[in-house]
């Protein structure tokens, strides 16, 4: 009897061709970008040579730039990097430097 696996892709990111995750939907995106400024040019009257040259180039500057970032960044280094500027890089107090570290007692109102 033959076992096989089943379900074996369950919790996994999703995956096409190295790209993992929020590359993918990057990529997808972007092309799909691309397939509509390369139509909206087609049926604007431009010429169809510079329009398949404009989308061959952008798409292969897409490819690249894609696949450049997931090799860089890696599955969640977009995420990261993104956090990462988002975040404060000072923290403002405006106390005086002996009223951080003494102890304050509370007045309590009855």
């Known amino acids: 009897m033959a076992e096989y696996q089943v379900n074996k892709g369950i919790g996994r990111s999703p995956e096409f061709k190295g790209l993992k995750s929020q590359y993918l939907f990057i990529f997808a ?10 139509v909206v040019m087609y049926m604007s009257g ?30 969640f280094g977009l995420m990261k990097l993104q956090a990462s500027r988002n975040r ?23």
């Open 46 to 75: 431009i010429d169809q040579w510079v329009c398949i040259g404009f989308g061959t180039i952008s798409a292969s500057a897409l490819v690249w730039g894609t696949f450049r970032l997931n090799a860089r960044y890696g599955e």
């Open 29 to 38: 995106g972007g092309l799909l970008a691309l397939f509509v400024i390369f």
């Open 88 to 110: 404060p890089r000072h923290i403002i107090s405006r106390r005086s430097f002996h009223r951080l570290f003494s102890a304050t007692s509370k007045k309590r109102s009855v």
